[in-house]
């Protein structure tokens, strides 16, 4: 059964979605405290994390942070509707995925397994062979990434859109099938999560010899990688 984690300090919020959740066949523990969820979110018991931007203390940016100092387990973000600079920070900062409060039950179980799909997918593809596109090598099994001989630190969803940029490499990968492949949903109106996640490897990968980017897109309806720079 999948394991999922909810820090919330919206008790009543998060009770009636841990009970959505249990009738959908999760299993759920929930925490109203940032530190405790932290603690929980590291301890390697849960398979997803659903966590809630806006909370005293400790808010979840900094939840956050503290969980990818230790563990890349996979993170839902709640945010407000419309709040653009959390969104942006918590992908920044490794978050998978972010659903908008308020919204359905159903959209949150589907963004859920979503992310839990393309985990699933990486763990069973052990013996997948490895991909080199120029001067990267990805390593799909292990899910490790080499980049210029030295190994480049990803979240899981920088990964996915990295690997699906390196089988294609040279060609343009449109926003919308990167959504599907890479974060395994359709992509939505104003949807930012694509641009976010590819600006973060844009700074990984550092610019080309001439100054360009190493992913280079084409008035907004894609991405391609390039080998030449």
């Not at 490895?130 to 920088?158: K, M, V």
């Not at 992509?187 to 550092?206: C, E, F, N, P, W």
Request: glycine share 10%.
């Amino acid at each position: 059964m999948t394991r999922v984690l909810l820090i919330d300090d919206d008790v009543e919020l998060t009770g009636l979605l841990a009970e959505y959740l249990t009738e959908e066949g999760f299993e759920v523990r929930a925490f109203a405290d940032g530190r405790e969820g932290v603690k929980q979110a590291v301890s390697g018991a849960y398979d997803i994390v659903v966590l809630d931007v806006m909370m005293p203390r400790m808010n979840g940016v900094e939840v956050l942070q503290r969980i990818r100092r230790e563990c890349k387990v996979p993170v839902l973000m709640l945010t407000a509707r419309g709040d653009d600079v959390d969104r942006i920070s918590g992908l920044n900062l490794g978050a998978d995925d972010y659903v908008s409060k308020p919204s359905s039950s159903g959209e949150l179980v589907a963004r859920l397994r979503a992310i839990l799909r393309r985990t699933s997918t990486a763990e069973r593809s052990e013996a997948a062979a490895e991909i080199q596109a120029g001067q990267l090598t990805l390593h799909p099994g292990s899910r490790r990434a080499i980049w210029q001989g030295n190994d480049l630190d990803l979240t899981g969803t920088e990964f996915n859109l990295l690997e699906v940029l390196a089988r294609h490499v040279g060609t343009l990968v449109t926003k919308e099938d990167l959504s599907v492949q890479a974060l395994g949903r359709q992509l939505t109106a104003y949807d930012r999560s694509i641009d976010v996640h590819i600006s973060s490897i844009r700074q990984k990968l550092g610019p080309c010899p001439n100054g360009q980017s190493w992913i280079r897109n084409q008035r907004g309806s894609g991405y391609q990688l390039s080998t030449e720079g």
